[in-house]
């Protein structure tokens, strides 16, 4: 797992919003959008941390069964997005496993976490059984 930055001046407010249903996917997808845009992303960073989001958010709404995301927009130097995403689901048994490409445990091809964790500049996880699960992402503008 890769380590967190410390903490940024230059970041905004997180934006909080749930993940819940479907449709909060969508939202999800658009707000990422919107944030990478503002910390000045370009087109590739943008979409390495959309598809990380999406992945994360259909992993909250699969696994936590719901949950909530912190979108915060960084602008001070790096300028960036972190996204925090929790739930109070059932949490990940085993964290170093559930990272490894090809673990599933709904018979999806299991490139999850792990090809999420390459698509970002950060990425830290902390989970564990009937406790939930938070996961951290970053991408930094380059």
């Known amino acids: ?84 995403f929790s739930d109070r689901g059932p949490g990940i048994e085993d964290v170093h496993l559930a990272m490894k490409d090809g673990f599933t445990t709904s018979g999806a091809m299991g490139l999850g976490l792990g090809g999420t964790s390459r698509l970002v500049d950060e990425f830290h996880i902390v989970s564990a059984p009937d406790e939930g699960t938070t996961v951290t992402i970053a991408k930094w503008k380059r």
């Open 1 to 84: 797992m890769l380590p967190l930055s410390p903490e940024f001046e230059g970041s905004t407010a997180a934006k909080i919003l749930p993940i819940r249903t479907a449709d909060d996917i969508v939202l999800l997808r658009a707000a990422v959008r919107t944030a990478a845009l503002e910390a000045g992303l370009g087109l590739v960073e943008l979409t390495k941390l959309v598809t990380a989001s999406v992945e994360i958010g259909r992993n909250t709404l699969t696994y936590g069964r719901e949950g909530e995301v912190a979108i915060d927009t960084i602008y001070e130097k790096p300028s960036g997005v972190r996204l925090t």
